[in-house]
C-alpha cells in the first residue's frame, strides 16, 4: 500500500500524513472548476461581458476546464489575452487539495480531498473517493455529503456524522481531479505515474454517486453535477454510465429519473422489513412496499436500464435460500440486476461476511430466477476502499499528532 502526499518530495509513512492548521483562509477567488453552464455565464456577466459574447465565451471556458482540464486562464489561446487576464482577476481554476493517496495491491486508488473552506471557521472539509480500474473500464466512486446521516448499521461511512451537503462544484471536482492524477486529460501525464488511458478509452468511463452520503439528500447538486458530468461537450460521461445509489429515499427516485436521467441502484440489503429497519433504518420512514413502487415506475426503466440493487451479504443475517427466493418474488416484473456484495469487515464492525458457499447458493438462486446476480469482487480492502469502508482516519491521525505537539 502506498499513501502519498502529493505536497512532500517523497512518500509519508504507510497510514500518516502532516497535520494541519485548525483553519484556512476561505478564498478570495471562486474556482470555476465544476461550474454548470449557467454559472460560468454569470461569471461572464459579472466581467461586463457583452450579452451577444456571453454564450460564445461560456462555451470556450466550458471546452478548457472539462475537455483540456485547464489549470489556469493563460492557457486559453483563443481568448483574448486581456480578457484572459479578467478572468483571472476575478476567478481562478484551483481543485480540491489531494492531501493523500493510497493505492491498494490490486490498483484501487484511494483520494483524500480537502475541499475550499466555506466560511472564516471552517479549515477546509475533507472527503473521499475512489477509482476502480478493470479490464472493460475505470469506476470513479464519488462522495455527495460531508458524511451521512443514515448510519445504516453495517456501513463504515455511516459512522461519521454529516457535516454538509457538497455543492454541485465539489461533486464534480472529484472527477477532474481524479482524470489529472490519472493522466486522462489530452497532453496531461499524471503526477503519481498514473494508469494512462488508451487511445480508445477514458481511464475513468463510468462515474458511480456511492461514496460519503446520501445522493437524493442532496438532490438539487447532484441532478446538477450529473448534468455537468454528462455534458458531451466537456467531460462527455454517457448517462447510461452515471449510477445514483440511494439507501431509498422515496420522494425522490422519480425527480431523479425525470430531471437527471441517470441509471439508478438501491441500497437494499434486506427482504423484511424488520431486519432493514435494523440494517437501513431509512426504510422506517419509507418500507419496502413504498420503494419497491418507487422502483416500478421510476422514469426511463427498461431492460437496457435496469435497475442495480445492491445486496450486502451477512453471515446468518440475510444470506439464506429463503431470502433468495423472497428477493426474487420482490423484484418480480422490475427490470434490475442484482449486486451481491461481501461485507468488507472493518474495525468494530458488527457483522461478518457470509461463506462463499452460501454466497454461491444465494447467486444461483437468483440466477436461476432470470436475473444476472454478479458476486462483485472486493477491491481495495487493504486501503479501507471497499464498499461501505469510505471513512476517513484523518481526525485520529490529526488528534495523535496534536497530542505530540502538546506533550
Same mark, same amino acid.
Given at each position: 500500500?502506498? $499513501?502519498?502526499?502529493?505536497?512532500?518530495?517523497?512518500?509519508?509513512?504507510?497510514?500518516? %500524513?502532516?497535520?494541519?492548521?485548525?483553519?484556512?483562509?476561505?478564498?478570495?477567488?471562486?474556482?470555476?472548476?465544476?461550474?454548470?453552464?449557467? %454559472?460560468?455565464?454569470?461569471?461572464?456577466?459579472?466581467?461586463?461581458?457583452?450579452?451577444?459574447?456571453?454564450? *460564445?465565451?461560456?462555451?470556450? !471556458?466550458?471546452?478548457?476546464?472539462?475537455?483540456?482540464?485547464?489549470?489556469?486562464?493563460?492557457?486559453?489561446?483563443?481568448?483574448?489575452?486581456?480578457?484572459?487576464?479578467?478572468?483571472?482577476?476575478? $476567478?481562478?481554476? +484551483? #481543485?480540491?487539495?489531494?492531501?493523500?493517496?493510497?493505492?491498494?495491491?490490486?490498483?484501487?486508488?484511494?483520494?483524500?480531498? /480537502?475541499?475550499?473552506?466555506?466560511?472564516?471557521?471552517? #479549515?477546509?472539509?475533507?472527503?473521499?473517493?475512489?477509482?476502480?480500474?478493470?479490464?472493460? #473500464?475505470?469506476?470513479?466512486?464519488?462522495?455527495?455529503?460531508?458524511?451521512?446521516?443514515?448510519?445504516?448499521?453495517?456501513?463504515?461511512?455511516?459512522?461519521?456524522?454529516?457535516?454538509?451537503?457538497?455543492?454541485?462544484?465539489? =461533486?464534480?471536482?472529484?472527477?477532474?481531479?481524479? /482524470? %489529472?492524477? &490519472?493522466?486522462?486529460?489530452?497532453?496531461?501525464?499524471?503526477?503519481?505515474?498514473? !494508469?494512462?488511458?488508451?487511445?480508445?478509452?477514458?481511464?475513468?468511463?463510468?462515474?458511480? $454517486? *456511492?461514496?460519503?452520503? @446520501?445522493?437524493?439528500?442532496? $438532490?438539487?447538486?447532484?441532478?446538477?453535477?450529473?448534468?455537468?458530468?454528462?455534458?458531451?461537450?466537456?467531460?462527455?460521461?454517457?448517462?447510461?454510465?452515471?449510477?445514483?445509489?440511494?439507501?431509498?429515499?422515496?420522494?425522490? =427516485?422519480?425527480?431523479?429519473?425525470? @430531471?437527471?436521467?441517470?441509471?439508478?441502484?438501491?441500497? !437494499?440489503?434486506?427482504?423484511?422489513?424488520?431486519?432493514?429497519?435494523?440494517?437501513?433504518? &431509512?426504510?422506517?420512514?419509507?418500507?419496502?412496499?413504498? !420503494?419497491?413502487?418507487?422502483?416500478?415506475?421510476?422514469?426511463? &426503466?427498461?431492460?437496457?436500464?435496469?435497475?442495480?440493487?445492491?445486496?450486502?451479504?451477512?453471515?446468518?443475517?440475510?444470506?439464506?435460500?429463503?431470502?433468495?427466493?423472497?428477493?426474487?418474488?420482490?423484484?418480480?416484473?422490475?427490470?434490475?440486476?442484482?449486486?451481491?456484495?461481501?461485507?468488507?469487515?472493518?474495525?468494530?464492525?458488527?457483522?461478518?461476511?457470509?461463506?462463499?458457499?452460501?454466497?454461491?447458493?444465494?447467486?444461483? =438462486?437468483?440466477?436461476?430466477?432470470?436475473?444476472?446476480?454478479?458476486?462483485? +469482487?472486493? #477491491?481495495?480492502?487493504? =486501503?479501507?476502499?471497499?464498499?461501505?469502508?469510505?471513512?476517513?482516519?484523518?481526525?485520529?491521525?490529526?488528534?495523535?499528532?496534536?497530542?505530540?505537539?502538546?506533550?
Amino acid at each position: 500500500m502506498n $499513501f502519498l502526499d502529493p505536497s512532500q518530495s517523497a512518500a509519508l509513512p504507510s497510514g500518516q %500524513e502532516s497535520p494541519s492548521s485548525a483553519c484556512a483562509a476561505v478564498p478570495e477567488k471562486p474556482s470555476l472548476v465544476g461550474a454548470t453552464r449557467a %454559472e460560468l455565464a454569470d461569471a461572464c456577466r459579472s466581467l461586463g461581458i457583452p450579452e451577444r459574447e456571453v454564450k *460564445m465565451r461560456t462555451a470556450q !471556458l466550458w471546452h478548457w476546464i472539462y475537455f483540456q482540464g485547464a489549470t489556469s486562464f493563460d492557457v486559453m489561446l483563443n481568448i483574448g489575452k486581456a480578457l484572459r487576464a479578467r478572468f483571472a482577476e476575478s $476567478f481562478s481554476l +484551483t #481543485r480540491p487539495m489531494v492531501v493523500a493517496e493510497q493505492v491498494s495491491q490490486d490498483g484501487t486508488r484511494k483520494w483524500l480531498l /480537502r475541499l475550499a473552506p466555506v466560511s472564516a471557521d471552517d #479549515r477546509g472539509a475533507e472527503v473521499e473517493c475512489v477509482y476502480i480500474p478493470e479490464s472493460d #473500464r475505470g469506476t470513479l466512486c464519488v462522495s455527495s455529503q460531508v458524511g451521512c446521516t443514515l448510519t445504516c448499521s453495517f456501513c463504515h461511512t455511516g459512522t461519521q456524522k454529516l457535516v454538509r451537503n457538497l455543492s454541485t462544484r465539489e =461533486i464534480v471536482a472529484q472527477l477532474i481531479v481524479a /482524470r %489529472e492524477r &490519472l493522466g486522462d486529460f489530452p497532453g496531461l501525464t499524471p503526477p503519481t505515474g498514473g !494508469l494512462l488511458p488508451s487511445a480508445e478509452n477514458r481511464a475513468v468511463s463510468n462515474i458511480v $454517486f *456511492m461514496g460519503m452520503g @446520501e445522493p437524493l439528500y442532496n $438532490f438539487d447538486n447532484v441532478r446538477d453535477a450529473v448534468g455537468v458530468l454528462s455534458d458531451g461537450d466537456g467531460l462527455a460521461l454517457s448517462k447510461r454510465r452515471i449510477t445514483v445509489s440511494t439507501a431509498g429515499v422515496v420522494p425522490q =427516485i422519480e425527480r431523479l429519473g425525470a @430531471e437527471a436521467s441517470p441509471m439508478l441502484a438501491i441500497s !437494499l440489503h434486506a427482504v423484511r422489513d424488520d431486519l432493514r429497519d435494523r440494517l437501513v433504518p &431509512l426504510n422506517k420512514k419509507y418500507p419496502l412496499k413504498e !420503494l419497491l413502487e418507487a422502483c416500478r415506475t421510476y422514469p426511463g &426503466l427498461s431492460n437496457a436500464r435496469r435497475i442495480t440493487f445492491e445486496y450486502v451479504m451477512l453471515k446468518g443475517i440475510n444470506d439464506s435460500p429463503a431470502e433468495a427466493r423472497e428477493l426474487v418474488r420482490l423484484l418480480k416484473g422490475i427490470p434490475a440486476k442484482i449486486n451481491l456484495i461481501p461485507f468488507n469487515p472493518w474495525p468494530g464492525a458488527p457483522y461478518e461476511c457470509s461463506e462463499w458457499e452460501r454466497i454461491e447458493a444465494f447467486s444461483d =438462486i437468483v440466477f436461476s430466477a432470470g436475473y444476472a446476480s454478479p458476486v462483485r +469482487t472486493p #477491491r481495495g480492502r487493504d =486501503i479501507l476502499a471497499a464498499c461501505g469502508q469510505l471513512k476517513s482516519e484523518t481526525e485520529k491521525l490529526r488528534a495523535r499528532a496534536q497530542l505530540v505537539v502538546e506533550g
